[in-house]
């Protein structure tokens, strides 16, 4: 199960300024959500939309293929994998939650040379297997990385390199397609119709995460639950109520969504959120034209560490924050605290579980802004396991739709990063961009 708790929403706890009615706000933006719900699915029939994200979790053919890759591996201890943005951030947060069984991922996600250097000093290139991930096929980022890898590769392996490559882009654009079709490397398909950031459950995510030993198939089955949800009214329509909340908090000001799971394991969790939320809601424009600059700045934060940090600006700092708590209700293991002479001044912990401990923090920290009248709400999962991680990233991904509906933009495009790359390119001379150069050298910037 996962279950969404709203009470810390509501003003009867936290005051008119703060809260909302929950129970009638929703009711008011029913036939809105359900509008919302009904443009979605009519538009994830379409190409164009962007929204194949939609279907990914029924994908068993793509997900048989994974396996079948997964299981020819022989002999591979470590995956390196090349993608930054949508094409690692999702596999990374899985793989910390729910990885170990299997092969070891090391994510390149920058083009920092040391860690890169060290990380290939580290691995052994005969029990490495490279994953180039990238929709576009041409990110400056992971292409660099992807020279590296290959230069490495070669110099261990010579001819059988080609053996330890596998690429995952879009099955027209980019170079990497191509350049695995000339070489005859493995390779799989990032669906036209999917964004980078919607594409965990493509085999951008599935690959390396099946390679890691995580239970991919759970992973659907969970992500198939949003996708029912997020068909119902909008009474049983979790991923339209949350997208409400989130709404509603940005109309009263609270312009910070901050997504604090209750888990070490789930510490990644926020950073796949983080470009979820910003790529697609941080617009300047609606879908009429109109200039509108809207989208809730998502903030990472972890419970309990972020009590001894973040705690006390969420508690007596602005009031521009929602706060979306990630709780599990089941441990996997749990440890026992032992009584200990000379320190019976803890004795309020002798015998309680660390699990105990961390779900009281949780209860109590909720409560406590709460009662500064900060509003929240919590996401409750029954355990922290491929099914409800699958449901959850999928009802993320559906709120971050509604919410695209809600705020009118278009929540499947990024225009606002295009210019960045395009004076990187520029300031390394690419041949195109001698205009955009040309300025640069006027403004003064020099890489
Ligand atoms: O997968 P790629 O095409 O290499 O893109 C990787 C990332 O780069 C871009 O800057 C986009 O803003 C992201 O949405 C994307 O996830």
Redesign the pocket.
């Known amino acids: 199960m996962l279950q969404v708790d709203f009470a810390n929403l509501d003003a009867s706890r936290i005051g008119p300024d703060q809260g909302v009615e929950w129970t009638r706000e929703l009711e008011a933006a029913a036939p809105r959500l359900e509008a919302a719900r009904d443009a979605l699915w009519e538009r994830a029939g379409d190409p164009a939309a962007m929204l194949g994200w939609v279907h990914l979790p029924e994908a068993t053919d793509v997900l048989r293929s994974v396996q079948r890759f997964v299981l020819a591996q022989e002999g591979v201890r470590d995956v390196l994998v090349l ?7 999702g596999a990374k947060a899985l793989d910390a939650a729910l990885g170990g069984a299997g092969a070891r991922l090391h994510f390149v996600d920058n083009v920092e040379p040391e860690p890169v250097a060290a990380l290939l000093d580290r691995l052994d290139p005969a029990a490495t297997l490279v994953n180039v ?7 400056a ?3 660099a990385a992807f020279l590296i890898a290959l230069d490495w590769l070669r110099r261990a392996l010579g001819p059988r390199w080609k053996d330890r490559v596998v690429v995952t ?2 099955p027209e ?2 170079v990497l397609r191509p350049y695995a079709e000339r070489h005859g490397l493995a390779s799989f398909e ?1 669906p036209p119709d999917v ?3 919607f ?1 965990v459950f493509s085999p ?1 995510g599935l690959l390396p995460l099946a390679l890691a030993g995580v239970d991919v198939a759970g992973l659907l089955a969970g992500a198939r639950m949003a996708g029912a949800l997020a068909r119902a009214d909008a009474g049983g329509n979790l991923p339209a109520q949350t997208a409400l909340a989130q709404y509603l908090a940005w109309r009263k000001g609270q312009r910070i969504s901050v997504l604090m799971p209750y888990s070490s394991r789930l510490a990644l969790l926020p950073s796949w959120f983080v ?1 979820l939320h910003a ?1 697609s809601l941080g617009k300047a424009y609606d879908r009429s034209g109109s200039r509108v600059h809207v989208g809730p700045t998502p903030l990472p934060a972890v419970g309990a560490t972020d009590q001894h940090a973040q705690v006390q600006l969420f508690r007596e700092g602005p009031f521009d924050k929602l706060v979306v708590f990630v709780r599990h209700r089941e441990a996997d293991r749990d440890l026992i605290l032992p009584a200990e002479e000379g320190l019976e001044e803890l004795g309020y912990l002798f015998g309680k579980s660390l699990f105990q401990l961390l779900r009281a923090e949780a209860a109590a920290t909720a409560h406590a802004l709460a009662e500064a009248r900060r509003p929240n709400y919590t996401i409750v999962l029954e355990q922290i396991d491929a099914y409800h991680l699958g449901w959850l990233l999928q009802h993320l991904m559906w709120q971050t739709a509604f919410l695209g509906e809600l705020f009118d933009v278009n929540a499947f495009d ?1 225009p ?3 210019l ?2 395009r004076y990187t390119y520029a300031l390394l001379g690419r041949p195109g961009y001698e205009e955009l150069a040309a300025e640069l050298a006027r403004a003064g910037v020099e890489p």
Do not use: H, N, P
């Not at 991930?133 to 990110?139: D, M, P």
């Open positions: 993608g930054i943005g949508g094409s690692a951030l991930i990238s929709k576009s096929g041409t990110t980022e992971t292409m882009t879009d654009r980019g990032i964004g980078g950031r594409s951008v470009q790529e990024q606002g990063v295009e960045g790359k």
